[in-house]
């Protein structure tokens, strides 16, 4: 007699099947997915772990990092040759702190309210001007490495004529002091 609940034909369980191909195939593929998601999580923790350490700064560096300092200028020069440089400079770091910076930003300030109000008034012909600034900037550029260039060539023919000088210098006292002086009045 059947019952309600009982099917009109007979059902079979596709995992009651005994078919081992299937089944390595299965497991095999279940092993696949497996390693992608150990490796996919194990990156997604390590990229997590990452920022904890940015955000909270816990990242485990030696100690000594902080206390060691790799100065080489103290390595070739003594903290006496250090202070006489710091000492001298100090003028030069003031004028730069002080009145040079403050002009500086006063100047950027003004160039950038006038390159504003300019192209408020007048856009087609700020631009038209724009256009001609790199040129400017390469001019001055250009300008500046011939100067050096110059004055570098100035200073060697300085040193050569003094070089000479010291050397006609050296030549007279040596003179003087073998008491040559008429020998040479003479030639």
């Known amino acids: ?3 309600d609940t009982q099917p009109l034909l007979p059902t079979a369980d596709r995992f009651s099947i005994d ?3 299937s089944n390595r195939r299965r497991s095999a593929i279940n092993k696949l997915f497996n390693w992608r998601q150990y490796f996919a999580f194990t990156k997604i923790d390590q990229k997590y772990e990452n920022l904890d350490d940015d955000n909270d700064g816990t990242r485990n560096e ?3 990092g902080y206390f060691q300092l790799n100065i080489s200028y103290c390595d ?3 903290i006496s040759q250090f202070s006489v440089k710091l000492f001298n400079n100090i003028d030069n770091m003031s004028k ?3 009145f040079e910076l403050s002009m500086l930003l006063a100047a950027l300030f003004s160039i950038i309210c006038s390159s504003c109000v300019a192209l408020i008034i007048n856009w087609k012909l700020t631009f038209a001007i724009a256009c001609t600034v790199p040129f400017a ?3 001055s550029y250009v300008f500046s490495k011939i100067t050096v260039k110059e004055s ?3 200073l060697d023919a300085y040193s050569k ?3 000479i000088v010291q050397e006609v210098f050296s030549s007279l006292r040596s003179v003087l002091s073998l008491n040559g002086e008429k020998f040479e009045e003479k030639r």
């Open 76 to 78: 070739t020069n003594s």
């Open 1 to 3: 007699m059947m019952s």
């Open 19 to 21: 078919d081992s191909n």
């Open 96 to 98: 730069a702190v002080g």
């Open 137 to 139: 900037i390469v001019g």
């Open 161 to 163: 004529a003094g070089e």
């Open 62 to 64: 030696p100690v000594i």
């Open 152 to 154: 570098r060539n100035e």
